[in-house]
């Protein structure tokens, strides 16, 4: 069945670089792809709507020049924290599909630790 | 807007016992899925139903079993004879139109031996 892979799984980077995490859809086509964020022991939240060849839509406090989007593919899209902190450490999960009736598949994941 | 509710934060039960997971959604939309995933500490979520707004039918699926009404808003999930290796934590879901998800606050289960 469809696929979605995230990459990388595991990122540990020092406070202030910036980290760039893909999510490719791998057997179909996806002119829409989201974002997801999920602290632990908590829920999954909609950080944002990546949509091919336009701009990403991002839930309300969520910061667009933090958590830059591309969607530069039907079957990529990127999603670069920059300049982390601590506080961005997360788990952080894409999702992608074809329309309403079709089923959204979700990526394995990116546990991102900033220290 | 939408929004999913999950009463029950921690559960525990002794092996082979029944165990029932509450979910209750909101919603102005009268086209909507909702769905049950189950996730273990490897971060991954596993997809085990998808339902939508127009389907009441319940459903079986081997030791799993949902009940939705839409009367109450609510899409329970059940498992019977639970088992170790149900122990995770499971998250209730509403996707829209838009195909955006909005998940419940989740339940950790824990089966005992």
């Known amino acids: 069945g469809a696929v979605v892979s995230q990459h990388p799984s595991r990122v540990i980077c020092k406070s202030g670089t910036s980290v760039k995490i893909e999510c490719r859809s791998l057997?179909?086509?996806?002119?829409?792809m989201f974002w997801y964020r999920q602290f632990p022991k908590q829920s999954l939240m909609l950080m944002a709507t990546?949509?091919?060849?336009?701009?990403?839509?991002?839930e309300q406090g969520v910061e667009k020049d933090k958590f830059l989007i591309n969607h530069a593919s039907l079957t990529l899209s990127t999603l670069t924290v920059t300049s982390a902190h601590p506080e961005d450490s997360s788990f952080y999960i894409c999702?992608?599909?074809?329309?309403?009736?079709?089923?959204?598949?979700f990526g394995p994941g990116t546990r991102l630790l900033v220290l | 807007a939408q929004k999913v509710t999950q009463a029950q934060t921690e559960i525990s039960v002794v092996e082979k016992e029944d165990v029932t997971l509450d979910c209750v959604y909101e919603?102005?939309?009268?086209?909507?899925?909702l769905f049950w995933y189950k996730q273990p500490p490897s971060g991954e979520l596993v997809f085990l139903i998808r339902?939508?707004?127009?389907?009441?039918q319940n459903e079986i699926s081997g030791r799993y079993s949902w009940n939705f009404q839409k009367s109450t808003s609510s899409f329970n999930f059940t498992i019977t004879a639970s088992q170790v290796v149900d122990s995770a934590v499971y998250f209730c879901?509403?996707?829209?139109?838009?195909?955006?998800?909005?998940f419940g606050t989740g339940t950790s289960l824990t089966v005992i031996p």
């Open positions: 999702s992608a599909g074809q329309g309403f009736r079709e089923t959204q598949y």
């Open positions: 057997d179909f086509q996806a002119t829409t």
């Open positions: 990546s949509n091919e060849g336009s701009k990403a839509t991002y």
């Open positions: 919603t102005r939309d009268t086209t909507y899925y």
């Open positions: 339902r939508n707004s127009f389907d009441e």
């Open positions: 879901a509403l996707r829209n139109t838009g195909n955006q998800f909005y």
